[in-house]
């Protein structure tokens, strides 16, 4: 049927499946369990499946069938978790009252709630990340898995993080970073981006203040370098600096 899509809320490794059968997109409740679990590894190995698949999951943080995410997730690990969630590709599912940090689940069947206080942070992070999902490369540009590797000899923290990019057919450039763990924890990302070498460059982060100039060439040989203190992230844009 022209301009109606068909979502399955299924389990039991029946998504690939359902979506063969026709489904524009299937709940996507096993990532939604692993960001919930704060284990990171598992979180980014379920991101290595192919983009014909990811890109037909209907990503969320609640829905009706499960508790609040402002319950569920403390404050910056809530955060973490959507900015890994809802700026990967696939369909964004977002529930009413999640802007808003609401905490009582409402049954389907009452269609009422209580009157809660506003988390006027939460709903200032959302408005924000909402601004940045409006971006055409998160529409049409294409997504990638990072490699992060030890920054030091014995360091583990680079375990920690999941990075991706997402580049658009003019050159247009997002690199996401998040330390998705409780600690803080430094890794270089490997960066997927041609013709680095012999320019600088400014990172600029478009979920805050933060802008950082870096050379090209040492982004190209080793990657950029992260320390990112607990459940912290960055969203960069990667932008070139006309020489003067």
């Given at each position: 049927?022209?301009?109606?899509?068909?979502?399955?809320?299924?389990?039991?490794?029946?998504?690939?499946?359902?979506?063969?059968?026709?489904?524009?997109?299937?709940?996507?409740?096993?990532?939604?369990?692993?960001?919930?679990?704060?284990?990171?590894?598992?979180?980014?190995?379920?991101?290595?499946?192919?983009?014909?698949?990811?890109?037909?999951?209907?990503?969320?943080?609640?829905?009706?069938?499960?508790?609040?995410?402002?319950?569920?997730?403390?404050?910056?690990?809530?955060?973490?978790?959507?900015?890994?969630?809802?700026?990967?590709?696939?369909?964004?599912?977002?529930?009413?009252?999640?802007?808003?940090?609401?905490?009582?689940?409402?049954?389907?069947?009452?269609?009422?709630?209580?009157?809660?206080?506003?988390?006027?942070?939460?709903?200032?992070?959302?408005?924000?990340?909402?601004?940045?999902?409006?971006?055409?490369?998160?529409?049409?540009?294409?997504?990638?898995?990072?490699?992060?590797?030890?920054?030091?000899?014995?360091?583990?923290?680079?375990?920690?993080?999941?990075?991706?990019?997402?580049?658009?057919?003019?050159?247009?450039?997002?690199?996401?970073?998040?330390?998705?763990?409780?600690?803080?924890?430094?890794?270089?990302?490997?960066?997927?981006?041609?013709?680095?070498?012999?320019?600088?460059?400014?990172?600029r982060d478009l979920l805050s203040a933060a802008s950082y100039d870096r050379d090209g060439n040492e982004l190209q040989s080793r990657g950029l370098y992260l320390d990112l203190h607990p459940?912290?992230?960055?969203?960069?844009?990667?932008?070139?600096?006309?020489?003067?």
């Open positions: 049927m022209p301009g109606f899509s068909f979502i399955a809320e299924v389990y039991w490794d029946l998504e690939w499946t359902l979506q063969q059968q026709g489904f524009n997109y299937t709940y996507d409740k096993r990532l939604y369990d692993r960001l919930h679990a704060g284990e990171t590894r598992p979180v980014r190995e379920h991101f290595y499946a192919g983009l014909d698949y990811q890109s037909k999951m209907a990503r969320f943080l609640e829905n009706h069938d499960e508790a609040r995410a402002a319950v569920t997730f403390p404050r910056e690990k809530h955060e973490a978790a959507a900015v890994i969630t809802f700026l990967s590709p696939g369909l964004r599912f977002f529930h009413q009252g999640e802007f808003e940090g609401r905490t009582k689940r409402i049954s389907p069947h009452l269609v009422r709630g209580p009157i809660e206080p506003t988390d006027l942070k939460l709903q200032q992070f959302y408005a924000h990340l909402l601004d940045l999902l409006r971006h055409p490369i998160l529409r049409g540009g294409q997504w990638q898995l990072l490699e992060c590797v030890s920054s030091w000899e014995g360091n583990w923290s680079s375990d920690s993080f999941i990075a991706f990019a997402w580049q658009s057919p003019d050159g247009e450039r997002l690199l996401v970073t998040v330390n998705y763990a409780p600690h803080e924890s430094q890794c270089y990302v490997k960066l997927p981006f041609s013709c680095l070498g012999g320019e600088q460059f400014r990172l459940w912290r992230y960055h969203v960069f844009a990667i932008e070139s600096i006309a020489p003067k």
